[in-house]
């Protein structure tokens, strides 16, 4: 295909067929996993921060691996592609086990409940670093890379909405009062969806623009050119607080509906219509940049999010009014989830314009670090605050409801601050290349 023509409908459809498979099972262990451990497995809720900070801490170390190993993989299937066929089958296996911990000590079980977590990020790295890095191999064109971006924001929303909406329900309905059964039964059933769909994004995707293994630079020297690139950098705090915000929102969110809202059935409508609204935005997302501007309408964007966030506070006695007020906020949520995915595509393209080497599976991978590292910080924030404010499942206060407000409040407003300011640091470097500040560091070693 030459670089004129258009990527196809099927191919884009077949790309964000990777982001629903990712998303599906991620969403799902990120909504639950915590709530699995807690109410189901009984652990101690004060020893959940410190094992979800340090497994996904450990699974986030996996990633340049897997980005490293993209790097230099030379085969007919091509760099990233191969890893969508073969590694879905143990992941699907860990996955199950994960959310099945035996019934023994607590002490064993925790043991349990760190190695398959671990494992599991493992085998996961090896698979959303290959499918990462493969927007920028797919196209080079700017509205090509906004629409993979959407796509890829809308099949995260998508899948949302599966595993947030069908989750608890599936559960109740297959394993009643057994929660056990339910829970092992019903993430074996939305494995067995993200596997089919990892083999159509393989099936029916190419890889057009990729970097010869000939042309692979040592693991130092690459790492050394990439903090250098601006753009990287913007990506990956983006990336880093994004991941925060919604770490803190979809582990604490379950407890925000039980303790506080007092209706734990809630977190089936407020996290699918979550989903929905991330959709909504990722849709809108490519037309508001076109008209806005990418730095200036995500400044805008989070802005009014933080608004609405604050305000939720005086709506808590009116339950139609905080849901709706939460919906809105989040369709910003989407359009910054697809213009991450664009600045993360934009990073490649800077990478090799100045470097001179594109890079894709390092560049991804780390993306994917700061991702993983966000979760694991946004997550362990809402295990270390249950188990300071005492959490017992069985007993509501007023100390943990009040936990729980901050964390859904205020987190992602100071997320966002952070976030405006990533945002302003890219304009600063789009003035530079204006001006010409900026040279062609694959022909001089100039610093940045």
Known sequence: ???????KLGEKVSFGAGEVASNLTWNLATGFLLLYYTDVALLPAASLGILMLVTRVLDAVFDPIAGIAVDRTNSLRGKARPYLLYAPIPFAILYVATFSVPDWSTTAKLIYAYITFTLLGLVYSFLYVPYSSMLPMLTKKASEKNQLGSVRAMGSSIASIIAFGLTMPLINYIGGDDRQLGFTVTTGIMVLIAVFLYWICFAYTKERHTQPVSKTRPVVESLKTLIRNPVWRAAFFIKLLVFIRIGIMVSCLAYFAKQVMG????????????????FVGGALSSTYISKIGLERGNIIALSIQSALFLSLFFFEDNRSAFIAIFVIANIFSGIAAASGFRVSADAVEWHEKYFGHRDEGLIASVLSFGLKVGLAIGSALTGFVLGWADYDPAVVTELSANA???LLYLGPVLANSFLILCWVSLINNRKKETNGQLVNFSHRGTNL
């Open 404 to 406: 729980l407000r901050s």
């Open 1 to 7: 295909m030459s670089a004129s023509q258009n990527l």
């Open 263 to 278: 209706d734990i059935s809630l977190i089936s409508v407020i996290l699918p219509l979550m989903s929905i609204a991330i």
